[in-house]
Nanobody, 115 residues
Framework: QVQLVESGGGSVQPGGSLRLSCTASGISVAGKTVAWYRQTPGKDRELVATTTIGGYSNVEDFVKGRFTISSDSAKNTVYLEMNSLKPEDTAVYYC?????????WGQGTQVSVSS
């Protein structure tokens, strides 16, 4: 079975940093597109960053310069490095892999940024 497991979330003060991990099992990330989304209660999920393993990567404008997406194919893991965190970054962060026949989601990891 395919599973995506996020980890690394937590509570930090504004300006702090976190590194989120998404580890896949039952599927190889090599050559695939992997995305990070985030969601707050009552709002739609929004795209944060994407990478095609072995190819391009991109972070959305609202986190550009603060967040970085990277991967380690040997560990079948994708990372989201989050720096200079702001209260508006508070959300549940999800890992996503879209494929031709379905998309896979993890359970999410909570990030809370407050004083």
């Amino acid at each position: 079975q395919v599973q995506l497991v996020e980890s690394g979330g937590g509570s930090v003060q504004p300006g702090g940093s976190l590194r989120l991990s998404c580890t896949a099992s039952g599927i190889s990330v090599a050559g695939k597109t992997v995305a990070w989304y985030r969601q707050t209660p009552g709002k739609d999920r929004e795209l944060v960053a994407t990478t095609t393993i072995g190819g391009y990567s991109n972070v959305e404008d609202f986190v550009k310069g603060r967040f970085t997406i990277s991967s380690d194919s040997a560990k079948n893991t994708v990372y989201l490095e989050m720096n200079s965190l702001k209260p508006e970054d508070t959300a549940v962060y999800y890992c996503n892999i879209p494929t031709w026949n379905r998309q896979y989601w993890g359970q999410g990891t909570q990030v809370s940024v407050s004083s």
